[in-house]
């Protein structure tokens, strides 16, 4: 019953350095996303993949790259760290095409010093 | 294109109180409506959603929410606060022309005080 998986679940970084956040789902989703959360700004989207083998940039992507890597594995990564990325990162998968709802995971906080 | 406006970014009400919660919506097309809820330090959980079917939906923990096409909004009511009911709570739309992603409000912080 795990749902969505993500690691690490905290990290801190020094500016310059690089990282992959993992995310891994077990519902048969379609569709995995990349949110960051950051105070006062509700969630936004990085990046989004609406089905395996797509992937397409949300409203904030730059400074980040994804990979699907299969259906249940959806991964951001961080080429060189930046203090603007402290953020709290979310990834979720749904099932929204066939008319269900986003899961999420339980969220990454990354400090970015 | 769509949005979702969240009325009152922090709302805080006394336990035993009605709790009410705004959402306002536009779409071109109808759409589907959710209610998460993030409690400190955890991800977002659904606790509604409308699909076109009754517009007064049930959700966990005594939360329901009417969909009101005429006045585009979704509210979110729960009769009696609970301690347990302080957590952010955030609204989002969804139809099929936005290729399975949702349109998020910004969130409404309640406090629930004694």
């Known amino acids: 019953n795990a749902g969505v998986t993500q690691t690490p679940k905290f990290q801190v970084l020094k500016t310059g350095q690089s990282m992959t956040l993992q995310c891994a789902q077990d519902m048969n989703h379609n569709s995995m996303y990349w949110y960051r959360q950051d105070p006062g700004m509700g969630l936004r989207l990085i990046y989004y993949s609406a089905s395996e083998g797509t992937t397409d940039k949300g409203e904030v992507p730059n400074g980040y790259n994804v990979s699907r890597l299969n259906k249940r594995e959806f991964s951001l990564r961080l080429e060189s760290a930046a203090p603007s990325q402290t953020s709290v990162y979310f990834c979720?998968?749904?099932?929204?095409?066939?008319?269900?709802?986003?899961?999420f995971g339980q969220g990454t906080r990354l400090t970015v010093v | 294109a769509q949005s979702v406006t969240q009325l009152g970014s922090h709302v805080s009400v006394s336990e035993g109180a009605l709790v009410l919660l705004r959402c306002n919506y536009s779409s071109s097309v109808p759409p589907y409506l959710f209610w998460y809820v993030q409690y400190p330090n955890q991800g977002l959980q659904l606790l509604l959603k409308y699909t076109s079917a009754a517009t007064l939906v049930k959700g966990i923990n005594g939360f329901e929410a009417e969909f009101k096409k005429s006045e585009t909004s979704f509210h979110l009511t729960k009769p009696s606060a609970h301690m347990s009911d302080a957590a952010e709570y955030f609204c989002a739309v969804y139809n099929a022309g936005n290729n399975r992603k949702l349109i998020w409000g910004l969130g409404t912080s309640l406090a629930v005080n004694p």
């Open positions: 979720a998968s749904s099932s929204l095409g066939t008319g269900g709802e986003a899961f």
